[in-house]
């Protein structure tokens, strides 16, 4: 069965520190894996697009990895800001035929990032 | 461009009411898709359109939902009856084919069921 399991569900930590998020999947075929950072009360904005070949992808301080082999990706936010409190969701692209909408959403990440 | 535009942002209804979502997509993109995100299960595409033509609508959960497209810059999602468990946040995101960085997402209709 197709599923992406995020960890942890919920983090705290004080501004200016780094901080990892977890993102393991059981997809197949896969396509890509893509990360969302969403604000409270709004949709999700995409923050990374990795394909089976891309093992690391950086946005400013974001910087995503991927490991096809274990089936793993990692958001590392650097020098967090008080901004960055948001959920952080990772999504799973199985690539069947080339349809677009085979898509697999893990439940996020809560990051509350406090002064 | 003013981004992907949904209306109404909040919806409180009452249930056996019909609910219609609205979703204006961004010029020049061919995709459009509906999301629907609960706390319980997070984000689900319902269903998505290439072209103003329906291609995948096996998220779409029972009959009482429909999705249409007339044109390029249109799309609704219609709920009919409505019920509690309906309730959440419906997203519409549009994309340029094949290209996931240029997929955005609508601000989000909240809708409550009662």
């Known amino acids: 069965k197709n599923q992406v399991e995020q960890s942890p569900q919920s983090l705290i930590i004080l501004e200016g520190k780094n901080c990892t998020l977890q993102c393991n999947y059981t997809v197949s075929p896969f396509s890509n894996l893509r990360w969302y950072k969403q604000d409270t009360g709004r949709g999700p904005v995409s923050l990374t697009i990795m394909t089976f070949s891309e093992n690391t992808k950086s946005n400013g301080r974001y910087t995503a990895t991927l490991d096809a082999d274990t089936k793993q990706s990692s958001l590392h936010i650097t020098a967090s800001q008080l901004s960055d409190s948001a959920s952080y969701i990772c999504?799973?692209?199985?690539?069947?035929?080339?349809?677009?909408?085979?898509?697999?959403f893990g439940k996020g990440t809560k990051l509350s990032v406090k002064p | 461009d003013a981004g992907v535009i949904q209306s109404p942002r909040h919806e409180v209804t009452e249930m056996g009411q019909e609910v219609t979502l609205r979703c204006k997509p961004i010029?020049?993109?061919?995709?459009l898709f509906w999301y629907r995100q609960t706390m319980m299960r997070g984000l689900e595409l319902l269903i998505y359109f290439n072209n103003n033509v329906p291609i995948d609508d096996s998220g779409m959960p029972e009959d009482r939902f429909s999705a249409k497209m007339p044109n390029a810059s249109f799309s609704t999602l219609k709920i009919q009856p409505s019920e509690p468990r309906d309730s959440a946040v419906y997203f519409c995101?549009?994309?340029?084919?094949?290209?996931?960085?240029?997929?955005?997402f609508g601000p989000g209709t909240r809708l409550t069921v009662l």
């Open positions: 999504v799973v692209s199985a690539n069947y035929g080339g349809s677009q909408g085979n898509l697999i």
């Open positions: 995101a549009s994309m340029v084919a094949f290209r996931w960085d240029t997929q955005y």
């Open positions: 010029s020049g993109h061919d995709y």
